[in-house]
């Protein structure tokens, strides 16, 4: 299945807790978008060139019946535009994969520069924890302790 802007533009995604950034989600497939649009484009340009250069090569061959040594020049020149074609096409098409790589080891770094913040949050989440727990202990033992019955026994007697 051959995958388009379009299709990943109108891809859905289910949201789940602790998901990642729906904006930055939607801002990475954006550029994704916008870099299979152009790759899209250059395709079609290569195609079109590419069937100029057929035209011309059966151009080339009708000579051949009347004109042998034209054909041979033509040819010549029929090859060296498609040599470059190819060349050009190659290059291109490594300078995409290369890009793509690029782009994938940018979200993988991203994935895990946000996997330590979450890491580091839970650390933070759980220090805060131990913290509250331990401040609701004394607080509790200071509830439960006789000054705390004294004080509420001079309290009772100061009322009655």
Same mark, same amino acid.
């Given at each position: 299945?051959?995958?388009?802007?379009?299709? $990943?533009?109108?891809?859905?995604f289910?949201?789940?807790?602790?998901?990642?950034d &729906?904006?930055? !989600?939607?801002?990475?497939?954006?550029?994704? $978008?916008?870099?299979?649009?152009? $790759?899209?484009?250059?395709?079609?340009?290569?195609?079109?060139?590419?069937?100029?250069?057929?035209?011309?090569?059966?151009?080339?061959?009708?000579?051949?019946?009347?004109?042998?040594?034209?054909?041979?020049?033509?040819?010549?020149?029929?090859?060296?535009?498609?040599?470059?074609?190819? #060349?050009?096409?190659?290059l291109?098409? #490594?300078?995409?994969?290369?890009?793509?790589? #690029?782009? !994938?080891?940018?979200?993988?770094?991203?994935? &895990? &520069?946000?996997?330590?913040?979450?890491?580091?949050?839970?650390?933070?989440?759980?220090?805060?924890?131990? #913290?509250?727990?331990?401040?609701?202990?004394?607080?509790?033992?200071?509830?439960?302790?006789?000054?705390?019955?004294?004080?509420?026994?001079?309290?009772?007697?100061?009322?009655?």
């Open positions: 299945m051959t995958l388009t802007p379009l299709d $990943i533009h109108n891809k859905e289910k949201t789940v807790l602790r998901g990642y &729906r904006n930055e !989600v939607d801002e990475f497939l954006d550029l994704i $978008i916008k870099d299979l649009e152009q $790759i899209f484009k250059e395709s079609a340009e290569l195609k079109d060139r590419n069937q100029t250069l057929q035209e011309q090569l059966e151009h080339n061959h009708d000579l051949e019946l009347t004109l042998h040594n034209a054909l041979v020049v033509a040819q010549e020149t029929a090859e060296e535009v498609k040599a470059s074609a190819k #060349r050009e096409a190659q291109i098409i #490594r300078e995409a994969e290369m890009k793509a790589e #690029r782009l !994938v080891d940018e979200a993988i770094a991203k994935v &895990r &520069r946000m996997t330590a913040e979450l890491d580091e949050m839970r650390k933070q989440a759980a220090v805060f924890r131990s #913290r509250l727990v331990n401040l609701l202990k004394a607080q509790l033992e200071m509830l439960d302790s006789e000054d705390w019955e004294e004080l509420e026994s001079a309290a009772g007697s100061a009322l009655d």
